[in-house]
């Protein structure tokens, strides 16, 4: 019987940073109402909730000690401290999309973006970095989403070049001007990074029965 197409590919892990206030959440948000295929990462964080924010869907809001106890039994598949609070993500459900095929939307730091790269997992990322198109822009943004104190709009934009300087880690890196636009150059990526020869492991089984095909003709 012929290789069924996308049979046994692994789930590709899309790891989206940017310094805060550029758009991933918005993107991410974009991006996984547009396609089924893509599940998120709900991560857990000691940050307290912003209105709006629900427990299980933007974050697993737990305490300090409840995040360290999961650091200890090795639950999260990366950590780091972003802005004086612990951010990381969970490894169980991400582990159980790779092995059905389904892709992961990861809205993490470099910190994260760093190790998820360089673990067993790092083959399946596809990793995208988000510019501001300017630093006022990116204040604008903050400012403009009115869910954080000044204090911390300042404490994010002192860091935002911090972040910024990671860049040159990723394998694309987009501005974020309009969200059409850039909603459409991330599918895209996604589109093309899933036709990869070796994310189609079915090709080999397809290939060897056209040979046979071929043979049989002759
Ligand atoms: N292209 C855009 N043009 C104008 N406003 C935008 C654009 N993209 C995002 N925004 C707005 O900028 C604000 C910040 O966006 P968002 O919360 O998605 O950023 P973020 O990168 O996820 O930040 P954080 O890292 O703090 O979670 C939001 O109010 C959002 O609506
Ligand atoms: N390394 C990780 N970074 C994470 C994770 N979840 C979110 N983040 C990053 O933290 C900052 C702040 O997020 P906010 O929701 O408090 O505005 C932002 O850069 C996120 O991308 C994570 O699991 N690991």
């Known amino acids: 019987m012929a290789a069924q197409e996308g049979s046994t590919r692994r789930g ?23 396609d089924p295929q893509i ?18 869907r933007e974050y697993h809001f737990v305490t300090r000690p409840e995040f360290e106890d999961m650091v200890r039994r090795g639950e999260l598949l990366e950590h780091a401290e972003v802005f004086g609070n612990l951010y990381g993500s969970p490894r169980t459900p991400v582990e159980t999309a790779m092995s059905g095929g389904r892709d992961t939307l990861f809205d993490i730091d470099w910190q994260g973006g760093q190790q998820i790269r360089n673990s067993p ?19 604008r943004r903050l400012r403009s989403r009115g869910q954080d104190s000044s204090n911390v709009i300042a404490g994010r934009m002192a860091r935002s070049m911090a972040e910024v300087s ?11 001007r309009d969200l059409d636009e850039i909603d459409a150059k991330v599918r895209s990526i996604v589109a093309v990074e899933r036709l990869r020869r070796d994310r189609q492991p079915w090709l080999t089984d397809f290939v060897r029965g056209l040979a046979h095909e071929f043979q049989d003709a002759r």
């Not at 590709?12 to 547009?34: E, F, N």
């Open 12 to 34: 590709l892990l899309i790891i989206l940073s940017s310094p805060s206030g550029a758009g991933k959440t918005t993107l991410a948000r974009r991006l996984l109402s547009a």
């Open 39 to 56: 599940g998120f990462s709900v991560s857990a964080t000691t940050r307290p909730p912003r209105p709006g924010e629900v427990n299980g």
């Open 121 to 139: 997992l790092g083959r399946e990322v596809v990793s995208i970095f988000i510019l501001p198109p300017s630093m006022q822009e990116l204040e």
């Open 166 to 176: 990671h860049w040159a880690e990723y394998d694309y890196v987009l501005v974020n």
